[in-house]
């Protein structure tokens, strides 16, 4: 993957100062008799500096103001910054290596600027980047991207390229969610949630031996998972749909699929098209608390399953990642609308679509996307294989009936109702399209 920029967290990730800010903001809270003061902290921990303080002075009535506690942890902070901080091994040697090679840097904290510029003075790394960038000064928290997206706005790299940098594991979701590629720095000593870490970054470094420029380039794009809940009449379970919503990275409601959401208790990352079938109390619902709304004209030549498609697509490219689709709630109803979707999904077929509902999962082969489904049902289970566009050239192991580079013409019934025998099971699309079945 290319690397043209790259957007650093300052504590926990340059600066071994995780555990000084700990100690720090605890003794300050001791020192005004508050009780279970780690706890306090760490629940506010994703709260830049000031905001920290006010916090504390109108939550728990410690300091004569907000902006006196503000000064008073400064001043320990300054002092143990000096005394008690040093940078993580190599990184130096790993910001030399990225300036050598012309990527540009810059630092995106919840520490304040002068407070930055301080500490990374006083151990010699200040001189690698271009700018500080203070989440103060730009918007919310880490728990929201707009400090990543202002650091990447100064440097002006695309963001697919731009990586970002992070320990924490709140800052390593949000950069994630909108597109960043993310290092999350991991030590022997902080206690970040690796497998949480696992699940939004595109690596996970524990520090900084064996991580290089030339590793990162080697990496292939991140994929995006997404899920698309359409308004099928023939709904699935609300637990089957909570359960692929937890799989997944981003979740689409295609115009009535908000319905199904709703009540599965479910917020979309995207409410998208013509807003036709969804009823009018759920309407409001999703346009209230999706991340994105999308609205369509209602005379249209795509379904809104081909709509939300295309903007999962868009959403994917935007991040710089491949896309890998799962749908739900789309298959029921008339068959027309049935066989429709089949040819939808034929056309993202590169984006290797799976479709699973109540009864059955369905998965799109093509050399393009996904050519091989290893084990797609156990022994006894029905899989049908359906060719979509053009003959498929499919071979099949491990069934009753075993197939070796055979031919099957679009929508026959050649490959209908094969049986499963062995565990060591097989599909393989050589050529074509084609829908494979489990039932």
């Known amino acids: 993957m290319p690397v043209r920029g790259a957007i650093f967290d300052c504590d926990g990730t340059l600066l071994d100062s995780m555990p000084m800010w700990t100690q720090v903001c605890v003794a300050l809270l001791r020192n005004y008799g508050v009780e279970d003061a780690e706890r306090i902290f760490a629940e506010h921990e994703s709260l830049d500096m000031d905001k920290k303080c006010y916090w504390y002075h109108d939550n728990l009535g410690i300091g004569s103001s907000g902006e006196a506690l503000y000064r008073e942890l400064w001043t320990m902070v300054e002092r143990a910054y000096a005394e008690r901080v040093a940078p993580f091994e ?3 040697a790993f910001l030399q290596e990225l300036r050598s090679a012309g ?13 930055l510029r301080f500490a990374l003075g006083a151990h010699g790394l200040l001189g690698y980047f271009d700018e500080l960038v203070f989440a103060g000064d730009v918007g919310r928290g880490k728990e929201y991207p707009d400090v990543y997206l202002a650091a990447q706005e100064r440097l002006g790299t695309p963001r697919g390229e731009t990586w970002v940098f992070e320990d924490a594991p709140f800052g390593v979701r949000s950069a994630a969610r909108v597109g960043f590629p993310v290092v999350a720095v991991l030590n022997d000593h902080d206690g970040r949630d690796e497998a949480f870490l696992q699940t939004w970054a595109t690596v996970v470094a524990r520090g900084y031996e064996g991580l290089s420029l030339s590793s990162l380039q080697a990496l292939r794009p991140r994929t995006l998972d997404v899920l698309v809940v359409g308004g099928s009449p023939e709904s699935s ?23 199904v959401l709703a009540a599965a208790g479910v917020i979309p990352d995207l409410f998208c098209g013509d807003e036709d079938s969804v009823s009018d109390s759920v309407r409001g619902w999703a346009e209230g608390h999706a991340g994105d709304v999308k609205r369509y004209p209602v005379e249209k030549d795509d379904s809104d399953l081909g709509l939300a498609l295309s903007c999962a697509r868009a959403e994917a490219e935007r991040r710089g990642a491949c896309l890998r689709v799962v749908a739900t709630c789309v298959s029921g109803g008339r068959p027309d609308h049935a066989l429709g979707v089949w040819g939808v999904l034929a056309r993202h077929a590169d ?11 369905c998965r799109i082969l093509c050399r393009e996307g996904t050519p091989v489904w290893c084990r797609p049902a156990g022994v006894g289970q029905t899989v049908s294989a359906i060719a979509l566009v053009g003959d498929a050239v499919v071979s099949e192991r491990g069934f009753r009936w075993t197939l070796d580079h055979d031919r099957l ?9 094969n049986k499963v025998v062995s565990d060591e099971c097989a599909v393989e699309c050589h050529r074509g399209t084609l829908a494979v079945f489990r039932v």
Do not use: H, K, Y
């Open 90 to 92: 190599g990184c130096a």
């Open 103 to 115: 990527v540009r840097m810059v630092i995106a904290s919840s520490t304040p600027t002068e407070m």
């Open 237 to 259: 379970a609300a637990e089957l749909v909570r359960a692929l919503a937890q799989q997944a990275e981003f979740v689409i409601a295609a115009d009535a699929g908000a319905n």
């Open 351 to 361: 984006a290797a679509p799976r479709v699973v509902e109540d009864g059955f999962e």
């Open 409 to 417: 013409p679009p929508l026959s019934d050649l490959g209908l109702s």
